[in-house]
């Protein structure tokens, strides 16, 4: 079956830090993978998607990056964090899509909560 | 207008009673719709996807009107367990390797 990991669980950090939250996924090849962010009480925000390595698309323009350097990791960073930045944040994958209209459905790891002092 | 929308809520019921949720989405062209449960702090786990016809798992029956550009959750005999927040998903027509969540339902459900 498969599994996501997200690491670290929370985070503390300043701000103009660097950032660096890591995920994988277990048990699947050539998936679709995601970046999210949830703002407390808030809906979820897609950052960044990939449907392969080196492939990244950004959805919101903002101070993050995310890059996929192995079929099965993708990674969210950050140079100088903002206040602003502050939030949950998931990942998620999904059986790789061609584009056709249906769309699969999402599985989440964990999530890490950051916050930014 | 919001592209998913729905009440927030919160919906509170007492155990065995039944609950629905309603949400409605903007793009007509939609093709896949789904319910996510998010428990307080965690992440957001499929709860089921939404076919054309109508499908049911288990006390859970979800509902698809495409002429009124909406989804419906039916949770039958509620349990405590059931206390959470509902996320009616649908997938964007621009992508489809893009859904949008809608902000959630909660539902308490009080012994």
């Known amino acids: 079956s498969q599994t996501i990991h997200q690491w670290p669980a929370t985070l503390v950090q300043p701000v103009g830090s660097p950032l660096s939250l890591e995920c994988t996924v277990e048990g699947t090849s050539n998936p679709n993978l995601y970046w999210y962010r949830q703002a407390a009480g808030r809906g979820l925000q897609l950052l960044f998607y990939?449907?392969?390595?080196?492939?990244i698309s950004s959805e919101v323009p903002q101070n993050l990056s995310a890059s996929r350097p192995q079929d099965r990791q993708f990674i969210l960073s950050s140079k100088k964090l903002l206040l602003s930045d502050s939030g949950f944040y998931l990942c998620a994958w999904s059986v790789y899509s061609s584009g056709s209209a249906l769309s699969y459905e999402q599985y989440f790891g964990p999530g890490t909560r950051l916050t930014v002092t | 207008r919001k592209e998913v929308e729905q009440d927030p809520g919160p919906f509170n019921v007492p155990e065995g009673a039944t609950v629905a949720f309603n949400c409605t989405y903007s793009?007509?062209?939609?093709?896949?719709f789904f319910w996510y449960r998010q428990d307080c702090r965690k992440e957001p786990k499929l709860l089921m996807s939404v076919y054309s016809s109508g499908n049911e798992d288990g006390r859970f029956t979800a509902q698809l009107n495409r002429a009124s550009q909406y989804i419906s959750l039916l949770i039958r005999d509620s349990k405590l367990s059931d206390s959470a927040t509902y996320l009616c998903v649908v997938n964007r027509v621009d992508s489809s390797y893009k859904l949008i969540f809608g902000s959630g339902t909660r539902l308490l459900v009080r012994p």
């Open positions: 990939s449907v392969g390595i080196g492939q």
């Open positions: 793009n007509s062209a939609s093709q896949s």
